[in-house]
C-alpha cells in the first residue's frame, strides 16, 4: 500500500508541475531581484544544434518556475534555519540587518578607480582648484560582526593613489544604526553628522534646521527582495527646509537639462523607493540654491549614496553639481562642468571602490 | 541534461513516464531509446551521431564476433577491431590532445591541438560497449539481435553520462522480459529523491565551500584541512547521489543495476575503500584488464606490475590530467603496501586502519582536484604547514562555522548510522506504522526542498560529466 502511494503522489506532484510549468510560467520581470526573467529561447535547426536552445530553455524553465519567489523564500528558509548558513547567497541576516558579503578586498579595483579620479584631476581640475576632497563611506557590513576586508587598507589605496586630495574620515562618525536594515544604504536623518564632519573639512558652514518628513510607504530595500526572508520594511525619511524647497534642480539624464526635484516622489513608487533622493542614478545633476549666502560651488563625484547627503550640503553652496561617472564618460565631463575655484568632493563607498569595473 | 535540473524534473521526466507507461511492453525499448537519445542530444546535439555510430559498430561487431565464434582467429579479428573502435574513439575525443601536449613537451616540437570536445559520457558507453563484445567474444552473453534492445541497453539515460557501468550481462534478461511493478518503482523513486537529495543539499553546497576555498585569498593551514574534507564529501555525493539517482530511475523503468557506493569513508584499508567506491569501474577493471594479465595468480614482481597498470589506467579514465595518473598511481602503491606489507596489521586494528584509509583518501582526492601536480602537491604542502599560511584565518572561521552543520550532516551520512536507524526502526511494528505514513510525505517535502534549491540556485555543476 505505502507503495503504491508513493508511487501514485509522485506522479501526481511531478505532472501537476509540470503542468503548471507549461501552462501558468511566472511573469516576465521578477519584483523581488529587480530582473528581467529568462524568455522562451528561439526554436531553430541552428539554436538547437549550437546547444544555444538548450541552455536558453534550461534557463528559461529554472527563472519562470511558477511560484518562483515562494520556492526561493523556502530555499532561504532552508539554508538560514536548517543548515544554519552563515549567508545565502551572500545574503546575511544578522540582529535585524540584511546585507551582502563583500569579499575579498581587490586591490586592483582601488588601483582602478583612483587612477580614474587621477585622470579627471590632471584633465579637467588641476589648476582650476586646490580644494579637492576625498571620502569614503563605508558599507554597513563595516559595523557587524561578519566576514569583511581590511577597510583601512582600501582606505590607504585610495588614499595613495590620490595625493592632490585631501581625506575626510566618515568611518567614526557612522554606526550601524544610521543604515537601512533592509538596503545597502544610509539613512538621510541619520547622516546630518557625517554631512557635518565634511562641511566642517571643507570649510563651509550648513548649519540648518530640517523638517523630517516620512514616506508613507513601507521602504522594502534592495537586499528585502534578494533576500526573501521576512525582515520588518523600513522607513524613508527625509528632509526639508526652506533652503531646500527653494533650489533649483536639474537633471541632465537625457541628455539635456530637464527640471526635477530634490525629493522625487514620482521615482519613489518604482522599483526602488531610494530613487526619492534626487531621482536615483544620472550623470549629471545640479542643484542652484538661490538662497546661499555667498558664490560658492561645490562638484561632487559620487555614487547612489550621495544622493541622500547631498541635500545636507546644499545651504553652503550657491551650486551643486554631481557626477556619476558610470553614467557619463569621463572625457565628456569637462564640458558640462566648471571646476573654476570650486570645492571638489570625491564621494564613493566602500562597495562601489571595491568594485569600480563600471566607471566610464 | 542534468537530473538536478528543472527541465529534466519537470518537463522530460513527466513525459518519458507517461509515453513509457501507456506505450505496449514491446515499444517500451523503443520509448526508452528515443527519449536516450533527445536526453544525450539535448547536451550533446553534434555527439549523439557518434554515439549511433558506437552503438552500430558494437551491434554488427557483435553479431559478427557471436557467428565466428567456432573460427578462433576471425572471432578474436572481428572483437580486436571493436577494442580498436572503441578504445580508438576514446583516444581521439578524450587524450588526443593530452598526448600531443607531452609529446610536444618531450620533443620540442609544436604540433598543434586539436581541441576536441569530449563527448559526454562517452567514458561510459565505451567502457559499455567493450564489455558487452568482450563478454560475447568469451561466451558469456549472447549477442543481442535486436538492435534497439542493444541500442537502448547503451544510451538508456538513467544512466547514460554518469553511470554506474552497467554490465549488459547483468540487464540481458531485463531488455526483452522485465516487468515494472508498483514496489520496484516506489523503490525507485526513494532511490531518486534521495540520490536528488545527496547531490542538491549536499553535494552542490559542498562544492560551493571548494570552489570558495580555492578562490580564497586568506588560506591556513586548518582551511587546507577543510577544503579537503569537504572535497573529499562532495565528490562522494556528488558521484553517489548521481548513481543513486541512475538506479532509482532504471527500478521506475524496471531494471536493477548495480550499487555503485557502499559507505566507502568506513572502509578499514584501500583495498576494502576500493571494494565500496565506484563498484561498476572497480569491478570493470578487474574482469577485463587485471585478470587477463594474470591478476595475482603470477609472481609477485609481475603482480605488482599488474597492479600498476591497472591503477594507472583507472587514474587515467578519469581524465586527460597527469593529476589522474598521479591518483591512480598513489592507490597502486597504497594496494601493493597492502598486499604485501601492512595488509594483516590493517585487519587487525579498528581505529588506525580507519584514519589511516582516510587520509589517504583525503590527500589523493586533493591531487585528484587540482588542477595540475604542482597545485596538487603545493595544497598537499599546505596541510602540513608549507608554505608559509597561518594556522587559521576570518575566512577559514567564518566558512567553518557557516558549514559545519553541513559538514556534520554530511559526515553522518557517509556512515551506515542513518540506514541502520531506519531499518531498526522498520523492525518494530509501531515505528514501521508511523514509518509507512510518512514515508512518502518525507519524500514529498524532499522533493520540494530541492525544486526550491533548483528554483533558486544556479550552482549546480556535474562533476562526472567530464569523464
Not at chain 1, 530634490?262 to 523607493?273: I, N, S, T
Not at chain 2, 543513486?244 to 531494471?255: E, S, T, V
Not at chain 2, 578519469?318 to 594496494?335: K, P, R, Y
Not at chain 2, 559545519?404 to 531506519?422: N, S
Request: charged share 20%.
Amino acid at each position: 500500500m505505502k507503495n503504491k502511494i508513493t508511487c501514485f503522489l509522485f506522479a501526481f506532484v511531478l505532472l501537476l508541475t509540470s503542468v503548471l510549468c507549461i501552462f501558468f510560467p511566472e511573469d516576465e520581470f521578477s519584483e523581488s531581484e529587480r530582473r528581467v526573467l529568462a524568455s522562451f529561447p528561439e526554436i531553430s535547426g541552428e539554436t538547437i544544434l549550437s546547444g544555444d536552445f538548450s541552455k536558453g530553455f534550461e534557463e528559461y524553465a529554472t527563472d519562470r518556475f511558477p511560484f518562483r519567489d515562494f520556492f526561493r523564500s523556502v530555499k532561504t528558509y532552508t539554508s538560514e534555519y536548517v543548515f544554519q548558513k552563515s549567508d545565502n547567497n551572500g545574503l546575511i541576516l544578522q540582529n535585524g540587518h540584511l546585507t551582502r558579503l563583500d569579499y575579498p578586498l581587490v586591490t586592483d579595483m582601488q588601483d582602478l578607480a583612483a587612477n580614474k579620479f587621477s585622470y579627471l584631476y590632471e584633465k579637467f581640475i588641476k589648476g582650476k582648484t586646490d580644494k579637492i576632497y576625498l571620502s569614503i563611506v563605508p558599507d554597513k557590513n563595516y559595523y557587524m560582526d561578519t566576514l569583511k576586508y581590511d577597510y583601512e587598507k582600501l582606505v590607504g589605496k585610495m588614499r595613495e593613489g590620490m595625493p592632490y586630495a585631501r581625506y575626510i574620515d566618515l568611518f567614526p562618525t557612522l554606526s550601524l544604526s544610521d543604515y537601512y536594515t533592509t538596503d545597502s544604504h544610509w539613512k538621510q536623518e541619520c547622516i546630518t553628522d557625517a554631512a557635518q564632519t565634511i562641511a566642517s573639512e571643507m570649510n563651509v558652514k550648513i548649519d540648518a534646521k530640517y523638517t523630517v518628513n516620512t514616506y508613507p510607504e513601507p521602504f522594502y530595500g534592495v537586499y528585502s527582495g534578494q533576500s526573501l526572508i521576512k525582515v520588518p520594511p523600513d522607513t524613508i525619511k527625509y528632509l526639508t527646509n526652506d533652503i531646500l524647497n527653494g533650489c533649483k534642480v536639474l537633471d541632465y539624464n537625457s541628455g539635456m537639462a530637464k527640471p526635477s526635484f530634490m525629493y522625487h516622489m514620482e521615482k519613489a513608487k518604482g522599483k526602488d523607493m531610494y530613487e526619492l533622493f534626487l531621482g536615483g542614478n544620472s550623470p549629471l545633476i545640479t542643484i542652484e540654491n538661490p538662497a546661499a549666502k555667498e558664490v560658492r560651488e561645490l562638484v561632487i563625484f559620487r555614487d547612489s549614496f550621495a544622493s541622500s547627503l547631498t541635500p545636507l550640503l546644499v545651504p553652503g553652496y550657491s551650486k551643486i553639481t554631481l557626477v556619476d561617472i558610470r553614467y557619463i564618460m569621463s572625457d565628456f565631463v569637462g564640458g558640462f562642468v566648471n571646476f573654476e575655484d570650486a570645492d571638489v568632493l570625491f564621494l564613493y563607498s566602500t562597495s562601489l571602490l571595491n568594485a569600480s569595473t563600471a566607471f566610464k | 541534461m542534468l537530473f538536478s535540473s528543472i527541465p529534466f524534473l519537470y518537463y522530460f521526466l513527466p513525459l518519458v513516464l507517461i509515453l513509457y507507461f501507456i506505450s505496449p511492453r514491446k515499444l517500451r525499448n523503443s520509448v526508452l531509446l528515443l527519449s536516450s537519445l533527445v536526453f544525450y542530444a539535448w547536451g550533446e546535439p553534434k555527439y549523439v551521431f557518434l554515439m549511433a555510430i558506437s552503438i552500430l559498430v558494437g551491434y554488427v561487431l557483435g553479431l559478427l564476433i557471436e557467428k565466428y565464434n567456432q573460427n578462433k582467429k576471425l572471432s578474436r579479428l572481428f572483437l580486436i577491431l571493436s577494442i580498436v573502435f572503441s578504445l580508438g574513439s576514446l583516444a581521439y575525443f578524450k587524450y588526443a590532445d593530452f598526448f600531443i601536449e607531452n609529446f610536444n613537451a618531450a620533443t620540442g616540437l609544436a604540433i598543434p591541438l586539436l581541441h576536441v570536445a569530449l563527448p559526454i559520457g562517452i567514458s561510459f558507453y565505451t567502457f559499455q560497449l567493450l564489455s558487452y563484445t568482450i563478454d560475447v567474444y568469451r561466451g558469456e552473453v549472447k549477442a543481442q539481435k535486436n538492435i534497439i534492445n542493444l541500442a537502448a541497453y547503451i544510451s538508456m539515460f538513467p544512466q547514460l553520462i554518469a553511470g554506474p557501468i552497467v554490465r549488459y550481462s547483468d540487464v540481458e534478461k531485463s531488455l526483452s522480459t522485465r516487468r515494472e511493478s508498483f514496489d520496484m518503482a516506489a523503490e525507485g523513486i526513494r532511490l531518486f529523491i534521495l540520490g536528488l537529495g545527496k547531490k542538491i543539499l549536499l553535494a552542490n553546497q559542498l562544492g560551493e565551500l571548494c570552489e570558495i576555498f580555492k578562490a580564497s585569498t586568506d588560506k591556513s593551514v586548518a582551511f587546507f584541512w577543510l577544503y579537503a574534507i569537504a572535497f573529499s564529501l562532495h565528490i562522494y555525493f556528488d558521484f553517489s547521489g548521481y548513481s543513486d539517482m541512475a538506479r532509482g530511475l532504471g527500478k521506475i523503468f524496471g531494471f536493477d543495476f548495480m550499487e555503485n557506493f557502499n559507505y566507502p569513508y568506513i572502509s578499514k584499508s584501500v583495498t576494502e575503500f576500493w571494494r565500496r567506491w565506484h563498484i561498476s569501474l572497480g569491478t570493470w577493471f578487474r574482469d577485463y584488464v587485471y585478470i587477463p594479465l594474470g591478476g595475482n595468480r603470477v609472481k609477485p614482481l609481475r603482480h605488482i606490475l599488474n597492479i600498476l597498470i591497472v591503477w594507472m589506467l583507472t587514474g587515467f579514465w578519469h581524465g586527460a590530467e597527469w593529476t589522474f595518473i598521479a591518483w591512480g598511481l598513489f592507490f597502486a602503491v597504497l594496494l601493493a603496501l597492502e598486499k604485501f606489507f601492512i595488509g594483516d596489521f590493517l585487519k587487525k586494528s579498528r581505529i588506525i586502519s580507519r584514519f589511516y584509509t582516510l587520509i589517504a583518501v583525503l590527500l589523493s582526492f586533493v591531487v585528484f582536484n587540482a588542477a595540475n601536480l604542482n597545485e596538487g602537491f603545493s595544497y598537499i604542502g599546505g596541510m602540513f604547514g608549507s608554505g608559509d599560511f597561518p594556522l587559521v584565518s576570518n575566512e577559514f572561521f567564518y566558512y567553518f562555522k557557516s558549514f559545519l552543520p553541513i559538514l556534520a550532516i554530511a559526515i553522518l551520512g557517509a556512515t551506515p548510522l542513518p540506514k541502520k536507524l531506519v531499518l531498526s526502526l522498520e523492525k518494530k511494528p509501531f515505528t514501521k506504522r508511523i514509518s509507512d505514513i510518512f514515508e512518502p510525505l518525507v519524500l514529498l517535502i524532499l522533493l520540494f526542498i530541492m525544486t526550491a534549491y533548483l528554483v533558486d540556485g544556479s550552482f549546480n555543476p556535474f562533476l562526472y560529466f567530464r569523464f
